[in-house]
């Protein structure tokens, strides 16, 4: 099973399809639904950007105007809907990233990919630091993800869930390379430092 090539790659405008799943909206009400229902947190939101998505969805027939809304003094305001083409690119598109495991750059993979251009002893001292901060943010994900479970179903924040699973993996994984690279059970490690105290690149690092 292989993702098609896709008119929209925009993940905000995935979300802003499924939020109009929901029932027709106008582009503020999207923002402010997206936001009330947590969306914001698991997709890059640019709200400054939200009616250019919408109008790129329209551009490729997957809204279309429904009507117009005027409440008081304010500005008239143009709803959105999905229409059948958008539905089934919805479906598609949340299928294929559902089923499909995509290549990430995690810009922490990066880091990690790139570190020996410092000395071990300094990427130990910046990875503690990292990891005091994960296990700061385990703990208020979970008093945070309790405190939600009371007043909203599980299906709403299997997000929430994955994020605090990422967190803790992350932290675990830490905590365990810090520890091979304090006892010098690193393969490589005793090279590392050697070539920053000398200078000169070890062999085993340029075969």
């Keep these: ?4 090539r896709r008119k929209l790659t925009n993940p905000l405008a995935l979300a802003v399809m499924t939020t109009l799943w929901q029932k027709p909206m ?5 923002a402010q639904t997206l936001r009330s229902q947590g969306k914001d947190v698991s997709t890059k939101t640019n709200y ?19 009507g117009v809304e005027r409440q008081g003094n304010r500005p008239e305001r143009t709803v959105y809907g999905l229409t059948d083409a958008g ?3 919805m479906a598609e598109w949340l299928s294929d990233l559902l089923a499909i495991p995509a290549k990430e750059y995690p ?5 990690l990919s790139l570190m020996a251009a410092l000395p071990p002893d300094e990427v130990v001292r910046l990875l ?3 990891l005091s901060s994960l296990e700061v943010q385990v703990a208020s994900g979970r008093g945070a993800l309790e405190k939600l479970c009371e007043t909203l179903p599980r299906l709403f924040l299997v997000e929430v869930e994955y994020q605090l699973h990422m967190v803790e993996a992350q932290a675990e994984w830490v905590r365990g390379f810090l520890d091979e690279t304090r006892k010098g059970e690193l393969p490589g490690v005793e090279e590392w430092r050697r070539f920053h105290e000398t200078g000169e690149l070890p062999a085993e690092f340029t075969t």
């Design 1 to 4: 099973m292989t993702g098609k």
């Design 26 to 30: 106008h582009p503020y009400e999207i």
């Design 48 to 66: 400054g950007s939200l009616y250019t998505v919408v109008q790129n969805l329209e551009k490729h027939g997957f809204v279309e105007v429904t």
């Design 87 to 89: 539905r089934e690119e």
């Design 107 to 111: 810009i922490f993979e990066t880091a």
């Design 128 to 130: 503690e630091m990292r």
